[in-house]
């Protein structure tokens, strides 16, 4: 069961996430790398939503794992998406190189964030 230390730590890492991804945006007055924010917001998404239509909570296992599976495709190509946005957008030279790092790195801390937040805050199932 997690507690009130893991609650202080996460949100500290999601705010130095945060703060890498507005600074790679306001230093350099280009406001494109902001987009991270969305795609690892909407990462986890598609994971609830087919985690949800699988209906785990049915006692007869008549379908297959294909919802979830689809899931995490869409979650990881959200995922994939969030690294190769920035680098796309610095290749162009829409944004700078720096800003592409800092935006990376913010980008992986808030989904990484997410991540632990819901492994540590899970509730267990009991059959």
């Avoid at 994939?80 to 935006?103: D, N």
Wanted: charged share 10%.
């Amino acid at each position: 069961m997690a507690g009130l230390k893991t609650i202080i730590a996460l949100s500290f890492v999601l705010a130095i996430g945060f703060l890498l991804v507005i600074l790679s945006s306001a230093l350099w007055k280009n406001y494109f790398p902001l987009l991270v924010v969305a795609t690892y917001i909407l990462a986890p998404l598609p994971n609830w939503i087919c985690a949800r239509c699988a209906n785990p909570d049915d006692f007869i296992e008549s379908g297959g794992n294909a919802i979830v599976d689809f899931g995490r495709f869409c979650t990881g190509f959200l995922v994939v998406m969030g690294i190769a946005l920035p680098t796309l957008l610095a290749h162009c030279g829409i944004i700078v190189y720096p800003a592409m790092v800092m935006s990376i790195a913010g980008g992986l801390l808030i989904y990484g964030t997410i991540i632990s937040f819901t492994m540590f805050f899970q509730e267990e199932q009991d059959f």
